[in-house]
C-alpha cells in the first residue's frame, strides 16, 4: 500500500531504509516526545524495525502497520496505525528534525488518516501526546483531531509515570 501526499509518499518500509531511518531518527527531541524510539538509534536499531515491519506484513492478524514517510527514496520520518481492531486505531509518527515545521506530518496524518476511515472504514482514530508536546498537539488539531482529556499516569516513561493527553478523530 502506498499513499501520494505531494513531493512525498507514505510507503512500507524495506531493506536498504536502514541508513535513512537512522539518520533521521537519532536525536533525543524525538526520542524524547516518543514512547518506544529509543536513543542512541543506530543501524542495528533499523534493521530491527525494518525487520519487524516485513514480518508484519506478512501476518494476516496484525493490529499494527507502519509507513515510511519517503522522500526522493530516503526516510525522513515515519508514522502508523497499532491497536487496530477494525472499529478503531491509535496512531504515533516522527519526523527527521531538519524537516520540522513545513506541514510534512499534518499532511501524511490527514491522508492516513482518510485511509483509515475510508479505505478500513475506521469510525475512530485516536493519538496520545505528551502534555510538553506542543507540536504534535498541534499537528493534530490542524488534522481534525478533537482534545478528549488528559489521561492521568496514562504511560511510563524514562521510569515514571507520565500523563498524556487524548485527541481523536471520528465519524
Ligand atoms: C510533532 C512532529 C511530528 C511535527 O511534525 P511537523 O511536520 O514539523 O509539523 P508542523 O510542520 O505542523 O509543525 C508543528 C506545528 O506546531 C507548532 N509548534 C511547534 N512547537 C511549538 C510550541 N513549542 N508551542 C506551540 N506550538 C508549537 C508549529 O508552529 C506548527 O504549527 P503551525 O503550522 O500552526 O505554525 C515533529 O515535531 C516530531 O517528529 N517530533 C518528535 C516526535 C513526536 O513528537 N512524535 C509524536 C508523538 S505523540
Request: charged share 30%; proline share 5%; aromatic share 10%.
Amino acid at each position: 500500500m502506498e499513499i501520494k501526499v505531494g513531493r512525498y509518499r507514505l510507503r512500507p518500509f524495506r531493506r536498504g531504509d536502514e541508513p535513512s531511518i537512522a539518520e533521521n531518527i537519532n536525536d533525543r527531541k524525538i526520542e524524547r516526545y516518543t514512547l518506544n524510539i529509543p536513543h542512541p538509534y543506530g543501524l542495528k536499531e533499523a534493521r530491527q524495525w525494518v525487520d519487524f515491519n516485513r514480518r508484519l506484513a506478512r501476518d494476516p492478524k496484525a493490529t499494527q502497520v507502519n509507513f515510511a514517510i519517503d522522500l526522493d527514496g530516503r526516510v525522513i520520518g515515519g508514522l502508523g496505525m497499532f491497536r487496530m481492531n477494525g472499529h478503531s486505531a491509535e496512531i504515533g509518527y516522527w519526523l527527521g528534525v531538519k524537516y520540522w515545521g513545513q506541514g510534512i506530518v499534518p499532511r501524511a496524518v490527514k491522508a492516513l488518516t482518510r485511509y483509515a476511515m475510508k479505505a478500513l472504514g475506521l469510525r475512530r482514530v485516536y493519538a496520545k501526546v505528551f502534555p510538553v508536546n506542543k507540536a504534535s498537539a498541534r499537528v493534530l488539531e490542524k488534522c481534525g483531531y478533537k482534545y478528549e482529556g488528559r489521561m492521568v499516569k496514562a504511560d511510563v516513561k524514562h521510569g515514571r509515570p507520565v500523563d498524556a493527553l487524548l485527541f481523536a478523530r471520528t465519524r
